[in-house]
């Protein structure tokens, strides 16, 4: 059984109500704008995204980024995305905030942009397959390995295919600006398995539990009200 359920991704911001127009037209969603500065992005009555706005501007490149499906870049482009790099299967993309997502230009027409959440593992291709199956263990899912990286997929309720994660050389040097949030029943089963908690429910009156996993990676833990 998983140790967790996937629960939603989160993104910070700069101006997350400026975000959120943006990463709603890419991923096809309805953006909701809070009073508190952040938004939320839904289909119906479901969160699939949070964008956050954070003080501390964009640094380093992402660790985590977006795969999205799209049937030209010219709606990204046009919305403020800019060209990073460009690949034979794929264009990488700078949102507005400057955050790094790839664009996976199809024929067909696309229903639903989110395509896959990519996840760089500092290491080797060994190192990305043991963080592939410590998410699969939590977030149950199914780990393939392929040549030079491995994924997890058929995660449930995950509103992508899978999670890749990739070898590269860098170390982790500054929190993640992309992440995601599960449900647990169970934190102790959460720290047993490897992850590490760095600030508790309650914690100034965040409703739940920043953690890392064995990698350095932040995600938020979120438990049933008592």
Known sequence: ???????DLCIDASDAHALA???AGVLGLDAHLHDDGDASLSRGD???????????PKGVKNRLHLDV??????????????????????????DPDGQEFCVFVRDAPVDGGFYELV?????????????AQWWAT???????????WSCVEDIDG???????????????????????????DDLGALVSEGAMPLREKGDDG???????????NEFCAFTPDD
């Open 138 to 148: 939590v977030l149950g899912g199914r780990v393939v390995r392929e040549e030079g």
């Open 206 to 216: 965040i409703g739940w539990t920043v953690m890392v996993d064995p990698a350095g």
């Open 69 to 94: 499906r799209a049937e030209s870049l010219d709606a990204a482009l046009a919305a403020g995305a800019h060209v990073i790099d460009e690949q034979p299967r794929w264009t990488v993309l700078g």
């Open 1 to 7: 059984m998983p140790l967790a359920t996937y629960k």
């Open 158 to 184: 995950a509103p992508f295919e899978s999670i890749v994660f990739q070898p590269v050389p860098e170390d982790k040097t500054a929190k993640n600006r992309i992440h995601i949030d599960v449900m647990t």
């Open 119 to 131: 996840w760089d593992v500092t290491g080797d291709v060994a190192a990305a397959h043991r963080v």
């Open 21 to 23: 127009g943006f990463w």
């Open 46 to 56: 479901q969160v699939i995204v949070w964008v956050n706005e954070v003080s501390e």
